[in-house]
């Protein structure tokens, strides 16, 4: 079958790390199913793991990459793949099992014309969302999900700052706050980007750094060290920084006074579980929520999009189809 995958990884230039050719079919052990990919979304998962910096090892190379799919089972049902792949033996939280292994990581990922992934892992498709639009749920979507309503536990009315204004997560922050009644405001590095997220149901849309008219109840964060300062410095007494990413570096200075004289919460926030993809599923159909996509490219084309969004030109998300 037609995949793409990494071959090398290559730190200065992704795009020259991703091959398209044939891979051998997936092989499903016990409990597993094979799904025909209909569409695949990027995330920056696939940049770090191309770049060499996820959590993919030289020697499990060739790695296919991808997290996200949304396709057709072997009984063809329209489905969902939940990227988290655990080990059924495991009883504890499903996030904290030791096994824990998104799709690309270990286990083949999604850009290919089939995916093999445990049976549970899949959650219908609603037929409210097209096969790409559903393709952005299961990593950026779910994240942002986890990050306001499980995490955050933002209710209707607060504020929230979201640090990046045009990504696949910062844009599924918005639109899922807003959904729910929350006044987001964003920051974002160019106008035009700040724009997109005002577009996108953002009440307002700030340079990074910029003071603002007050303090958040909450702050998403997944850029890192270039906004870190500032999303502590924005919080009001007893607020929320939820921190998922480090797309603009990894370490930065935290002021600790800051933190207990403001009664401050810190907390990192991984994917998201089944039930909160079942949950994200049924509050996009309810709400009428549609995954803004910016790109449809043939699974051949699969360099271009990762070099689109290694250079931070991505807009909502990009979507794959084999
Ligand atoms: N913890 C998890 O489970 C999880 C899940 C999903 C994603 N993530 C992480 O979250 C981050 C975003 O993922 P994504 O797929 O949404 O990526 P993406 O589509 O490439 O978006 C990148 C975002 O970073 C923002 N950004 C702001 N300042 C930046 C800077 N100085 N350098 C680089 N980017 C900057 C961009 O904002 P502008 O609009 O200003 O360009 C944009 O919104 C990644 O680091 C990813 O690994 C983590």
């Not at 030109?313 to 979507?319: L, S």
Request: aromatic share 6%; proline share 7%; hydrophobic share 45%.
């Amino acid at each position: 079958m037609l995949a793409a995958y990494v071959e090398r990884f290559d730190d200065a230039d992704p795009r020259a790390a991703l091959r398209v050719d044939q891979r051998p079919e997936p092989d499903p052990p016990d409990g597993w199913t094979v799904v025909a990919v209909k569409g695949a979304s990027l995330n920056h998962h696939d940049v770090w793991t191309a770049r060499g910096l996820g959590v993919v090892r030289p020697d499990q190379l060739p790695m296919i990459l991808g997290c996200d799919a949304a396709g057709i089972d072997d009984a063809g049902r329209d489905v969902v793949v939940h990227a988290v792949i655990t080990d059924p033996a495991w009883l504890g939280p499903e996030l904290l099992a030791p096994s824990l292994a998104l799709l690309s990581d270990g286990p083949p990922g999604t850009f290919a014309e089939r995916v093999a992934v445990p049976r549970r892992n899949l959650v219908p498709k609603p037929a409210s969302l097209s096969f790409e639009q559903a393709a952005c749920l299961p990593t950026a979507w779910l994240t942002a999900y986890r990050m306001l309503f499980t995490k955050a536990a933002v209710q209707p009315g607060e504020t929230v700052l979201v640090q990046g204004a045009s990504g696949g997560l910062s844009t599924a922050l918005i639109m899922l706050g807003r959904a729910a009644g929350v006044r987001m405001w964003v920051t974002g590095r160019e106008e035009s980007k700040r724009a997109y997220a005002l577009e996108r149901g953002a009440d307002a849309a700030f340079e990074p750094g910029a003071r603002l008219p007050e303090r958040v109840d909450a702050v998403m964060d997944s850029v890192g060290a270039a906004t870190w300062e500032h999303s502590l410095k924005v919080l009001r007494k007893g607020a929320t920084l939820v921190v998922a990413g480090a797309t603009g570096g990894f370490s930065a200075p935290t002021n600790i006074v800051r933190m207990f004289q403001n009664d401050l919460r810190i907390v990192g926030s991984t994917m998201g579980t089944i039930d909160e993809l079942r949950n994200l599923v049924d509050f996009c159909e309810s709400a009428a929520i549609h995954p803004p996509v910016s790109e449809v490219l043939p699974l051949e084309r699969a360099a271009e999009a990762l070099a689109t969004m290694a250079t931070g030109a991505v807009r909502g998300k990009i979507v794959l189809r084999p």
